[in-house]
Protein backbone atom coordinates (compact mmCIF):
# COMPACT_ATOMS: atom_id res chain seq x y z
CA UNK A 1 0.00 0.00 0.00
CA UNK A 2 1.37 3.49 -0.74
CA UNK A 3 0.86 6.39 0.88
CA UNK A 4 1.26 9.99 -0.98
CA UNK A 5 3.30 12.19 0.86
CA UNK A 6 1.12 15.18 1.74
CA UNK A 7 1.68 17.91 4.67
CA UNK A 8 -2.19 18.88 4.81
CA UNK A 9 -3.60 15.38 6.12
CA UNK A 10 -5.86 15.74 9.10
CA UNK A 11 -6.24 12.70 11.46
CA UNK A 12 -9.89 12.46 9.16
CA UNK A 13 -7.91 12.25 5.64
CA UNK A 14 -5.18 10.46 6.45
CA UNK A 15 -5.29 6.83 4.57
CA UNK A 16 -5.06 4.17 6.94
CA UNK A 17 -2.46 1.10 6.35
CA UNK A 18 -4.97 -1.65 5.72
CA UNK A 19 -2.49 -4.45 4.52
CA UNK A 20 -2.43 -7.95 5.91
CA UNK A 21 1.28 -8.66 7.70
CA UNK A 22 1.99 -11.76 8.39
CA UNK A 23 2.36 -12.22 12.20
CA UNK A 24 1.44 -9.02 12.80
CA UNK A 25 -0.85 -8.68 16.03
CA UNK A 26 -3.31 -5.97 16.04
CA UNK A 27 -4.68 -3.54 18.93
CA UNK A 28 -7.41 -1.92 18.22
CA UNK A 29 -7.92 1.62 19.16
CA UNK A 30 -11.35 3.13 19.99
CA UNK A 31 -10.57 6.94 20.54
CA UNK A 32 -12.08 6.17 23.89
CA UNK A 33 -9.00 5.34 25.80
CA UNK A 34 -7.64 7.74 28.72
CA UNK A 35 -4.72 9.36 28.41
CA UNK A 36 -3.13 11.92 31.16
CA UNK A 37 -0.70 14.40 31.20
CA UNK A 38 1.69 16.89 33.82
CA UNK A 39 2.10 20.29 34.00
CA UNK A 40 4.11 20.97 36.90
CA UNK A 41 4.86 23.95 38.87
CA UNK A 42 2.10 26.05 37.77
CA UNK A 43 1.96 29.10 40.34
CA UNK A 44 -0.84 29.95 41.51
CA UNK A 45 -0.01 32.46 44.18
CA UNK A 46 2.91 34.38 45.75
CA UNK A 47 2.98 35.23 49.62
CA UNK A 48 5.69 35.70 52.26
CA UNK A 49 8.33 35.39 49.51
CA UNK A 50 7.35 32.36 47.91
CA UNK A 51 5.98 31.15 44.67
CA UNK A 52 2.96 28.97 45.64
CA UNK A 53 2.86 26.05 42.99
CA UNK A 54 0.57 23.18 41.36
CA UNK A 55 1.31 19.50 40.65
CA UNK A 56 -1.62 19.15 37.51
CA UNK A 57 -2.25 15.36 36.51
CA UNK A 58 -5.02 15.73 33.06
CA UNK A 59 -7.09 12.88 32.00
CA UNK A 60 -7.57 13.74 27.85
CA UNK A 61 -9.46 11.57 24.60
CA UNK A 62 -7.87 11.80 21.45
CA UNK A 63 -8.97 14.03 19.45
CA UNK A 64 -10.99 15.35 21.74
CA UNK A 65 -11.82 18.42 23.60
CA UNK A 66 -13.94 17.73 26.82
CA UNK A 67 -13.83 19.07 30.82
CA UNK A 68 -13.78 17.19 33.74
CA UNK A 69 -14.43 17.53 37.76
CA UNK A 70 -11.53 18.53 39.63
CA UNK A 71 -9.64 16.96 42.63
CA UNK A 72 -7.98 19.29 44.87
CA UNK A 73 -5.43 17.51 46.50
CA UNK A 74 -3.46 19.05 49.33
CA UNK A 75 -0.11 16.92 50.24
CA UNK A 76 0.69 16.05 54.17
CA UNK A 77 3.90 17.13 55.03
CA UNK A 78 3.44 17.42 58.91
CA UNK A 79 2.77 21.15 58.05
CA UNK A 80 6.37 21.36 56.71
CA UNK A 81 7.96 21.94 53.52
CA UNK A 82 5.96 20.32 51.14
CA UNK A 83 7.24 17.80 48.53
CA UNK A 84 5.02 18.58 46.13
CA UNK A 85 6.33 15.84 43.42
CA UNK A 86 5.94 12.63 45.14
CA UNK A 87 2.22 11.92 45.35
CA UNK A 88 1.78 12.87 41.51
CA UNK A 89 2.22 9.23 40.17
CA UNK A 90 -0.68 8.22 42.47
CA UNK A 91 -2.83 11.10 41.39
CA UNK A 92 -2.06 9.80 38.24
CA UNK A 93 -4.66 6.81 39.04
CA UNK A 94 -6.97 9.35 39.95
CA UNK A 95 -6.59 10.92 36.61
CA UNK A 96 -7.63 7.91 35.28
CA UNK A 97 -10.71 7.85 36.04
CA UNK A 98 -11.67 11.26 34.07
CA UNK A 99 -10.25 13.66 37.36
CA UNK A 100 -7.80 16.59 36.63
CA UNK A 101 -5.96 16.06 39.44
CA UNK A 102 -4.71 19.72 41.51
CA UNK A 103 -1.71 18.77 44.07
CA UNK A 104 -1.42 22.24 46.23
CA UNK A 105 1.69 23.44 47.91
CA UNK A 106 1.02 26.19 51.11
CA UNK A 107 3.01 28.20 53.02
CA UNK A 108 4.31 25.47 55.61
CA UNK A 109 4.91 26.27 59.35
CA UNK A 110 8.23 27.51 59.18
CA UNK A 111 7.22 30.42 57.28
CA UNK A 112 3.77 31.21 58.36
CA UNK A 113 1.80 29.65 61.08
CA UNK A 114 -2.37 28.56 61.27
CA UNK A 115 -4.65 29.22 59.22
CA UNK A 116 -2.15 30.63 56.28
CA UNK A 117 -2.30 26.62 55.13
CA UNK A 118 -6.10 27.06 54.93
CA UNK A 119 -6.21 30.29 53.29
CA UNK A 120 -3.96 28.84 50.67
CA UNK A 121 -5.71 25.84 50.40
CA UNK A 122 -9.18 27.65 49.54
CA UNK A 123 -6.75 30.20 47.06
CA UNK A 124 -5.92 27.50 44.93
CA UNK A 125 -9.58 25.95 44.58
CA UNK A 126 -10.48 29.27 43.33
CA UNK A 127 -7.34 29.33 41.02
CA UNK A 128 -8.11 26.39 39.75
CA UNK A 129 -11.88 27.27 38.75
CA UNK A 130 -10.93 31.06 37.53
CA UNK A 131 -8.47 29.13 34.98
CA UNK A 132 -10.82 26.36 34.39
CA UNK A 133 -11.55 26.81 30.49
CA UNK A 134 -7.81 26.46 30.33
CA UNK A 135 -7.15 24.01 32.71
CA UNK A 136 -10.12 21.41 31.10
CA UNK A 137 -11.91 21.81 34.54
CA UNK A 138 -15.46 21.30 35.08
CA UNK A 139 -15.70 24.45 37.86
CA UNK A 140 -18.80 23.54 39.90
CA UNK A 141 -17.65 20.10 39.77
CA UNK A 142 -14.54 20.26 42.56
CA UNK A 143 -13.78 17.56 45.03
CA UNK A 144 -10.75 18.70 47.83
CA UNK A 145 -9.19 15.84 49.62
CA UNK A 146 -5.54 15.48 51.27
CA UNK A 147 -3.55 13.21 53.49
CA UNK A 148 -2.03 13.76 56.95
CA UNK A 149 -1.26 17.45 57.98
CA UNK A 150 -2.68 17.58 54.14
CA UNK A 151 -5.96 15.33 56.01
CA UNK A 152 -6.38 18.08 58.50
CA UNK A 153 -6.80 20.93 55.87
CA UNK A 154 -8.61 19.84 52.73
CA UNK A 155 -11.07 19.21 56.32
CA UNK A 156 -11.06 22.48 57.38
CA UNK A 157 -10.69 24.05 53.88
CA UNK A 158 -13.96 22.58 53.19
CA UNK A 159 -16.03 22.71 56.33
CA UNK A 160 -15.39 26.22 56.64
CA UNK A 161 -15.64 27.22 52.56
CA UNK A 162 -19.13 28.56 53.15
CA UNK A 163 -18.66 30.56 55.90
CA UNK A 164 -15.50 32.66 55.48
CA UNK A 165 -13.43 31.90 58.06
CA UNK A 166 -9.51 31.94 57.27
CA UNK A 167 -9.93 33.32 54.08
CA UNK A 168 -8.29 35.88 52.04
CA UNK A 169 -9.90 35.43 48.64
CA UNK A 170 -7.66 36.82 45.68
CA UNK A 171 -10.40 36.40 42.85
CA UNK A 172 -14.08 36.89 42.90
CA UNK A 173 -14.17 33.01 42.54
CA UNK A 174 -16.21 30.48 45.54
CA UNK A 175 -13.62 28.47 47.72
CA UNK A 176 -16.51 25.70 47.61
CA UNK A 177 -16.43 22.16 47.17
CA UNK A 178 -18.70 18.98 46.49
CA UNK A 179 -16.93 16.72 48.89
CA UNK A 180 -14.18 16.04 50.91
CA UNK A 181 -11.71 13.75 51.34
CA UNK A 182 -9.41 13.42 54.08
CA UNK A 183 -6.69 10.30 54.22
CA UNK A 184 -5.40 9.27 58.11
CA UNK A 185 -5.71 13.18 58.97
CA UNK A 186 -3.74 15.12 62.08
CA UNK A 187 -7.77 16.42 62.66
CA UNK A 188 -6.96 16.56 66.40
CA UNK A 189 -3.78 18.74 66.96
CA UNK A 190 -5.35 19.02 70.72
CA UNK A 191 -5.60 15.01 71.25
CA UNK A 192 -2.91 14.07 73.76
CA UNK A 193 -2.70 10.43 72.57
CA UNK A 194 -3.25 10.87 68.96
CA UNK A 195 0.63 11.39 67.77
CA UNK A 196 1.83 7.95 69.49
CA UNK A 197 5.30 8.30 68.79
CA UNK A 198 5.69 11.82 68.44
CA UNK A 199 6.73 12.85 72.36
CA UNK A 200 6.90 16.52 72.27
CA UNK A 201 3.30 16.35 71.19
CA UNK A 202 1.63 20.22 71.84
CA UNK A 203 4.80 21.39 72.26
CA UNK A 204 6.11 24.42 70.08
CA UNK A 205 8.90 22.15 68.94
CA UNK A 206 6.35 19.77 67.89
CA UNK A 207 4.83 19.48 64.37
CA UNK A 208 1.81 21.12 65.52
CA UNK A 209 2.73 23.27 67.94
CA UNK A 210 5.34 24.80 64.96
CA UNK A 211 2.30 25.21 62.72
CA UNK A 212 0.02 27.03 65.61
CA UNK A 213 3.02 29.15 66.49
CA UNK A 214 2.57 28.39 70.01
CA UNK A 215 2.52 25.93 72.89
CA UNK A 216 -0.82 23.92 72.72
CA UNK A 217 -0.53 22.27 76.09
CA UNK A 218 -0.67 25.54 77.95
CA UNK A 219 -3.60 27.22 75.52
CA UNK A 220 -5.48 24.43 74.46
CA UNK A 221 -8.77 27.05 74.06
CA UNK A 222 -6.50 29.20 71.53
CA UNK A 223 -5.48 25.91 70.24
CA UNK A 224 -9.17 24.13 69.52
CA UNK A 225 -9.61 26.46 66.29
CA UNK A 226 -7.06 24.21 64.43
CA UNK A 227 -9.38 21.45 65.76
CA UNK A 228 -11.56 19.96 62.55
CA UNK A 229 -14.22 18.51 64.99
CA UNK A 230 -15.17 22.05 66.18
CA UNK A 231 -16.47 22.94 62.79
CA UNK A 232 -19.08 19.82 62.70
CA UNK A 233 -22.35 22.47 62.59
CA UNK A 234 -20.83 24.41 59.33
CA UNK A 235 -22.64 23.84 56.30
CA UNK A 236 -20.27 21.62 53.95
CA UNK A 237 -21.14 18.93 51.80
CA UNK A 238 -20.45 15.00 52.17
CA UNK A 239 -16.97 13.38 53.48
CA UNK A 240 -15.11 10.46 53.43
CA UNK A 241 -12.10 9.33 55.77
CA UNK A 242 -9.88 6.38 55.34
CA UNK A 243 -7.54 5.76 58.14
CA UNK A 244 -4.98 3.38 58.57
CA UNK A 245 -4.99 0.82 61.81
CA UNK A 246 -1.70 1.07 63.17
CA UNK A 247 -0.79 4.32 62.00
CA UNK A 248 1.91 5.35 64.15
CA UNK A 249 2.57 8.77 63.17
CA UNK A 250 -1.39 9.88 63.78
CA UNK A 251 -3.65 7.96 65.29
CA UNK A 252 -6.68 6.09 63.69
CA UNK A 253 -8.46 7.50 67.07
CA UNK A 254 -8.54 11.09 65.59
CA UNK A 255 -10.37 9.84 62.57
CA UNK A 256 -12.62 7.75 64.66
CA UNK A 257 -13.44 10.89 67.13
CA UNK A 258 -13.81 12.97 64.15
CA UNK A 259 -16.43 10.51 62.21
CA UNK A 260 -18.10 10.18 65.12
CA UNK A 261 -18.74 14.07 65.79
CA UNK A 262 -19.95 14.38 62.28
CA UNK A 263 -22.50 11.33 62.45
CA UNK A 264 -23.87 12.90 65.49
CA UNK A 265 -23.88 16.63 63.65
CA UNK A 266 -26.15 14.82 61.09
CA UNK A 267 -23.61 14.84 58.57
CA UNK A 268 -23.20 12.62 55.34
CA UNK A 269 -20.10 10.89 56.41
CA UNK A 270 -18.17 7.29 54.90
CA UNK A 271 -15.46 5.94 57.32
CA UNK A 272 -13.35 3.04 55.95
CA UNK A 273 -10.15 1.48 59.10
CA UNK A 274 -7.68 0.57 56.92
CA UNK A 275 -6.35 -2.51 58.59
CA UNK A 276 -3.14 -3.36 59.22
CA UNK A 277 -2.21 -0.17 57.60
CA UNK A 278 0.59 2.47 58.74
CA UNK A 279 1.04 6.00 57.91
CA UNK A 280 -0.09 6.10 54.62
CA UNK A 281 1.77 4.30 51.55
CA UNK A 282 0.28 1.90 48.95
CA UNK A 283 -2.69 0.84 51.00
CA UNK A 284 -4.38 4.05 50.10
CA UNK A 285 -3.47 3.00 46.53
CA UNK A 286 -4.65 -0.16 45.89
CA UNK A 287 -6.98 -0.50 42.87
CA UNK A 288 -9.87 -0.95 45.71
CA UNK A 289 -8.86 2.37 47.67
CA UNK A 290 -9.12 4.37 43.96
CA UNK A 291 -12.39 2.26 43.36
CA UNK A 292 -13.76 3.87 46.43
CA UNK A 293 -12.62 7.34 45.63
CA UNK A 294 -14.13 6.98 42.47
CA UNK A 295 -17.38 6.00 43.71
CA UNK A 296 -17.74 8.83 46.19
CA UNK A 297 -16.56 11.71 44.34
CA UNK A 298 -19.19 10.32 41.89
CA UNK A 299 -21.40 10.17 44.32
CA UNK A 300 -20.86 13.73 45.63
CA UNK A 301 -20.95 15.42 42.37
CA UNK A 302 -24.46 13.72 41.27
CA UNK A 303 -25.97 15.32 44.85
Request: net charge negative; proline share 4%; with cysteine.
Amino acid sequence: MKIEVNQNYTYETMPEFTEAVEGAKEIVFTGEEMGIRYLHDVVYDHKDGVDLKLQIVQPYLFNQEKKFPCVVFIQGSAWFQQDIYGNVPNLGKLAERGYVCVLVQYRHSGIAKFPAQIVDAKNAIRYVKAHADELGILKDQVIVMGDSSGGHCSMMTGMTAKSGKFDEPVNKESCEIRGIINLYGAVDILKPDGFPITENHQLPDSPEGQMMGFNLREDPERGAAGVAKNYVNEDFPAVLILHGTRDRLVSCVQSVELYQALKAAGKEVDFYLVHHSDHGGPAFWTGQAVDIYDAFIRKCLEA
